[in-house]
């Protein structure tokens, strides 16, 4: 049986994106995403808003362009893959462990306006590894939509 460790959110940054580099020159930005669903409270009948928290680990040059075009309450969907992490507690509290998600993609969403972020220009991609090309053009329909990306009069109804 083949295993599979893949995940994909659809949120806002909790916080601004930290960039640091690795003693090897590795860039790796961290990203706190929030993600809203929703569920009805059986006592009151109402639905309710439930946020979930992510923290996301993205690598070389894309997470130099998180780091650079993203900000607190910006709207992103991060595709990628779960990692499970554990420590000692330097207090003595005994192990530590924690679950997040290493991101292959960073789509960003929304306007320039949305979040107080600045949008990257096209020309800049959002590659994070070599095998990934920095033409973003797979990236401007959404999944499904016709290729050629028509306009209204495509529309058959």
């Known amino acids: 049986m083949a295993n599979i460790n893949r995940v994909i959110i659809t949120g806002n940054l909790t916080r601004d994106p930290e960039l640091r580099a690795l003693p090897s020159g590795t860039e790796v930005c961290q990203l706190g995403v929030a993600v809203n669903g929703r569920r009805k409270n059986q006592q009151t009948g109402q639905w309710e808003e439930e946020p979930n928290f992510f923290d996301v680990t993205v690598f070389g040059a894309q997470g130099q362009n998180c780091a650079q075009y993203l900000s607190k309450g910006r709207p992103v969907a991060i595709d990628g893959r779960l990692r499970w992490s ?72």
């Open 86 to 157: 554990s420590w000692e507690d330097k207090n003595g509290g005994g192990r530590r462990s924690k679950v997040d998600i290493v991101a292959q993609t960073v789509q960003f969403l929304g306007g320039r306006g949305e979040g107080g972020g600045q949008a990257p220009q096209p020309e800049q991609g959002f590659a994070a590894e070599s095998d990934v090309p920095a033409d973003t053009s797979d990236f401007a329909e959404p999944v499904g939509a016709p290729a050629g990306g028509g306009g209204d009069d495509d529309i058959p109804f």
